[in-house]
T-cell receptor, first 117, second 110 residues
Framework: GAGVSQSPRYKVAKRGQDVALRCDPI?????LFWYQQALGQGPEFLTY????????KSGLPSDRFFAERPEGSVSTLKIQRTQQEDSAVYLC???????????????FGPGTRLLVL | RKEVEQDPGPFNVPEGATVAFNCTYS??????FFWYRQDCRKEPKLLMS???SGNEDGRFTAQLNRASQYISLLIRDSKLSDSATYLC???????????FGRGTSLIVHP
């Protein structure tokens, strides 16, 4: 497909369980972003990759959250010891060029809806 | 105070109405502005960028007011299919991190 894909689309986890969320960006896109979207809120920035380099992880809520993009394409967001407050939609977005101050159109994946019980 | 603020609504309007949303931002160094549309349980999609001179795309008009630090979106002749949440997005100068507002919900009814 031509768009951004994410898997799984839905994930139910028991509190304390580790989860891994996958993002396949559009082929050739340099920039990749992860966001967390709570119900009724806008997406909140988590982390940003330029190719394989994680340039900013200031939005990650705690050290239980870890993201990687080892080959500059597919990215994985891992959440260790999940808590109920981690329940949200996790969105991945990619853009063609580097994230410049002028901004670049982001293409979002459908998201992974995580529910922690 | 949040960096980007929007009235969450919902704005409930009849078909054919004109509706306008505002979005205020706190960082005067902001340089890039966008409106995204998000349908229920779907991902955000770019609606339009907002340029300093203002821009129009069919029934949609976006304006930027730097002095008062807000952007606006005007929708003319509303359609049922315009029902969605409209997200304001701002990127500050020197930062690639876009900041999203919480979104404004629009409901267009027959």
């Amino acid at each position: 497909g031509a768009g951004v894909s994410q898997s799984p689309r839905y994930k139910v986890a028991k509190r304390g369980q580790d989860v891994a969320l996958r993002c396949d960006p559009i082929s050739g896109h340099v920039s990749l972003f992860w966001y967390q979207q709570a119900l009724g809120q806008g997406p909140e920035f988590l982390t940003y990759f330029q190719n394989e380099a994680q340039l900013d992880k200031s939005g990650l809520p705690s050290d239980r959250f870890f993201a990687e993009r080892p080959e500059g394409s597919v990215s994985t967001l891992k959440i260790q010891r999940t808590q109920q407050e981690d329940s949200a939609v996790y969105l991945c977005a990619s853009s063609l060029l580097t994230g410049t101050p002028l901004g670049e159109t982001q293409y979002f994946g459908p998201g992974t809806r995580l529910l922690v019980l | 105070r949040k960096e980007v603020e929007q009235d969450p609504g919902p704005f409930n309007v009849p078909e054919g109405a004109t509706v306008a949303f505002n979005c205020t931002y706190s960082n005067s160094a902001s340089q890039s502005f966008f409106w995204y549309r998000q349908d229920c349980r779907k991902e955000p999609k770019l609606l339009m960028s907002v340029y300093s001179s203002g821009n129009e795309d069919g029934r949609f008009t976006a304006q930027l007011n730097r002095a008062s630090q807000y952007i606006s979106l005007l929708i003319r002749d509303s359609k049922l299919s315009d029902s969605a949440t409209y997200l304001c997005v701002v990127s500050s100068g020197g930062s690639y991190i876009p900041t999203f507002g919480r979104g404004t919900s629009l409901i267009v009814h027959p």
